[in-house]
């Protein structure tokens, strides 16, 4: 009973082995970076094969290796004294499942290759006094994270590989911070010494600088035209009654003409009538203030007088 018992353990263990040879020894993860190199851990001595996704991509026959895959074929290569194969300037559709088997030894080796882009630097920028926003293109395992000194103080990351992945800190005073971004094959960092200034720094620098020079140009700005507008419609409503005051002022200055008058004179040959302004035409009576009368020349009143001493006394007003 005991030997049966220890056969069908053997033949179940047996089979547990054969079924681990035909699957393959999990070989492990392996990362590599755009451009770059990688090997797998693997030999094949004599004989054997590196297969993709099931699909044998290079043959190893009697020490000789051939590459049955175009796009391999420039790339891969066999070692004859190590019996490793390297795929090199490596790309991202190169990521997935490999299986080295090797006939002799009857070993299949299982690696799953991930190839990732070197991350981008990030970018920083300080919005405010002590706010600080770190920001990074997204990509396959890309995470964002702020460090003060050797301390990690927050991180992110998103699987949406489309978004722009954003970290914001709130620093203290004098105090320095780097952000850094990473993934499994490369690491980019920007320090950020003294992040903190008060608002009223006499010298601002960088971007808070900018910002703080903006400010000031837009208010300026601002109250300049608010200044401008108001002037103009003062000045608008100020002028018309200006411009009446001087008319008005301007006509009271100019000095009126006197009113002249016309009338035929009558000669009288009495010195006493000739106060008689009656004679003069009607309604002179009344015009005392008469100053000057005119008359119109007629030759027969200048003809030579008669030798009458009479005459002598004529006068024309």
Same mark, same amino acid.
């Given at each position: 009973?005991d030997f049966?018992?220890g056969t069908?353990l053997?033949?179940?263990?047996?089979?547990?082995?054969?079924?681990?040879?035909?699957?393959?020894?999990?070989?492990?993860?392996?990362?590599?970076?755009?451009?770059?190199?990688?090997?797998?851990?693997?030999?094949v001595?004599t004989?054997g094969?590196?297969e993709?996704?099931?699909?044998?991509?290079?043959?190893?026959?009697?020490g000789?290796?051939?590459?049955?895959?175009?796009?391999?074929?420039e790339?891969?290569?066999?070692?004859?004294q190590?019996g490793l194969?390297t795929?090199?300037?490596?790309?991202?559709?190169?990521?997935?499942?490999y299986t %080295?088997?090797? &006939?002799?030894?009857?070993?299949n080796?299982? @690696?799953? /290759?991930? #190839?990732?882009?070197?991350?981008?630097?990030?970018?920083?920028?300080?919005?405010?006094?002590?706010?600080?926003e770190?920001?990074?293109?997204?990509?396959?395992?890309?995470?964002?994270?702020w460090?003060?000194g050797?301390?990690?103080?927050?991180?992110?990351?998103?699987?949406?590989?489309?978004?722009?992945?954003?970290?914001?800190?709130?620093?203290d005073s004098n105090?320095?911070y780097?952000?850094?971004v990473e993934n499994?094959v490369s690491?980019e960092?920007v320090?950020?010494?003294?992040?903190?200034?008060t608002?009223g720094d006499?010298k601002p620098?960088?971007?808070?600088?900018?910002?703080w020079v903006?400010?000031? %140009?837009?208010? &300026?700005?601002s109250v300049?035209?608010?200044v @401008?507008? /108001?002037? #103009?419609?003062?000045?608008k409503?100020k002028?018309?009654?200006?411009?009446?005051?001087g008319?008005?002022?301007?006509?009271?200055?100019q000095?009126?003409?006197?009113?002249v008058q016309y009338a035929?004179v009558?000669?009288?040959?009495k010195r006493?009538?000739?106060?008689n302004?009656?004679?003069?035409g009607?309604g002179?009576?009344e015009?005392?203030d008469?100053?000057t009368?005119?008359d119109?020349?007629?030759?027969h009143?200048?003809?030579p007088p008669?030798?009458?001493?009479?005459n002598e006394?004529?006068?024309?007003?």
């Amino acid at each position: 009973m005991d030997f049966r018992h220890g056969t069908i353990l053997r033949w179940i263990a047996w089979f547990l082995l054969g079924l681990s040879a035909a699957a393959g020894q999990d070989g492990g993860k392996l990362t590599g970076a755009v451009g770059g190199d990688i090997t797998f851990p693997a030999s094949v001595k004599t004989s054997g094969s590196l297969e993709y996704r099931d699909k044998a991509i290079c043959q190893v026959l009697k020490g000789d290796s051939e590459v049955y895959i175009e796009d391999f074929r420039e790339r891969l290569q066999w070692n004859r004294q190590t019996g490793l194969f390297t795929i090199r300037e490596l790309r991202i559709n190169d990521t997935g499942p490999y299986t %080295v088997k090797d &006939s002799i030894g009857q070993n299949n080796s299982l @690696f799953h /290759l991930t #190839v990732y882009n070197q991350v981008s630097k990030p970018q920083v920028r300080a919005a405010a006094p002590c706010w600080v926003e770190c920001s990074v293109e997204n990509g396959r395992d890309v995470s964002l994270s702020w460090y003060r000194g050797e301390e990690r103080l927050n991180q992110t990351s998103s699987p949406d590989l489309s978004r722009v992945l954003s970290l914001v800190l709130v620093s203290d005073s004098n105090t320095s911070y780097s952000c850094v971004v990473e993934n499994p094959v490369s690491r980019e960092s920007v320090n950020m010494p003294d992040t903190c200034r008060t608002i009223g720094d006499p010298k601002p620098d960088g971007v808070e600088g900018r910002l703080w020079v903006s400010t000031v %140009v837009a208010v &300026s700005c601002s109250v300049f035209i608010i200044v @401008f507008v /108001l002037l #103009v419609v003062y000045l608008k409503r100020k002028t018309p009654a200006h411009t009446q005051q001087g008319s008005d002022l301007s006509d009271r200055q100019q000095p009126q003409e006197e009113e002249v008058q016309y009338a035929e004179v009558t000669v009288v040959s009495k010195r006493s009538d000739q106060c008689n302004l009656s004679e003069l035409g009607p309604g002179l009576e009344e015009k005392q203030d008469l100053t000057t009368v005119y008359d119109k020349l007629q030759l027969h009143r200048y003809a030579p007088p008669s030798p009458d001493p009479s005459n002598e006394d004529e006068n024309i007003e």
